[in-house]
């Protein structure tokens, strides 16, 4: 299932715009990050689908402040694509997620997503 089909779905219709496939395959364009289809992760938002889910739709968001000195490097950026499964924003001084429970496991690791990451992917191949 694509997600990000499915959010764009739920958007459109709560903004009460016709859920067509070429308003989907606009606002699909115009709010997420990555436009690839992906069965998990790959919800990270634009400037622009974040600006329309907190001003127009008013979903609540989390605010998670990371460390000042953390490097988004190619490896965090693909923790958070892998591990966040909600939609989300980058921001110059924090990560936005729209999930609670994600906000309070990012919480936990000090906003550190490269700690989170690596967590993650440790407990994942335990499981394997």
Known sequence: MNWKEVYTKIFLKQSEKAISEANIK??????????RSKDVGGLRLTDEGYRYIS????ITTYEVPYPSDL?????????????????????????IVTNE???????????DIRKYGINKALKRQKSE
């Open 71 to 95: 490097e988004f490097t190619t490896q965090v950026l693909l923790f958070l694509d892998r591990y966040i499964d909600c939609p989300y924003y980058i921001g110059k001084r924090n990560l």
């Open 55 to 58: 001003e127009d739709l008013q």
């Open 101 to 111: 429970k994600k906000a309070l496991e990012l919480h936990l690791f000090s906003g």
């Open 26 to 35: 606009e606002y699909m364009a115009t709010w997420w990050q990555n436009t």
